[in-house]
């Protein structure tokens, strides 16, 4: 219980999710599709976000009503790794999803604002 006590802290609208729901959404980590189901206990009136697979990249977010809000910004949800010491470039890792969703939410209000 101590660990989703930190994860709650760390992003404070996962106080809104029951336990299950933040185990199977930080159990599937690697997989930022896997928020959408529970998006609309996070964030109010929002539907889901627009994921792209490709880059990693939240592009917006959409209302319960359809309505496309695009980011001013795109949030990432990777990170580029250091590179090794055998000098192979970085690979894109997954960020936490607590970072990524901390991002998203500013980067909601941000858009919203602009």
Do not use: C
Request: charge should be negative; glycine fraction near 6%.
């Amino acid at each position: 219980m101590e660990y989703l006590a930190q994860k709650r802290v760390a992003f404070p609208r996962f106080f809104f999710l029951p336990n299950d729901d933040l185990l199977q959404i930080l159990s599937q980590a690697r997989s930022p599709e896997q928020v959408q189901p529970h998006l609309s206990k996070i964030f109010e009136g929002i539907s889901r976000l627009d994921i792209s697979l490709e880059s990693g990249q939240v592009l917006g977010m959409e209302s319960s009503l359809g309505e496309l809000v695009s980011f001013t910004n795109p949030v990432s949800t990777q990170q580029k790794q250091e590179s090794s010491e055998e000098g192979l470039e970085g690979a894109d890792i997954v960020r936490r999803i607590e970072e990524w969703l901390v991002d998203v939410e500013a980067e909601m209000r941000a858009s919203l604002r602009d």
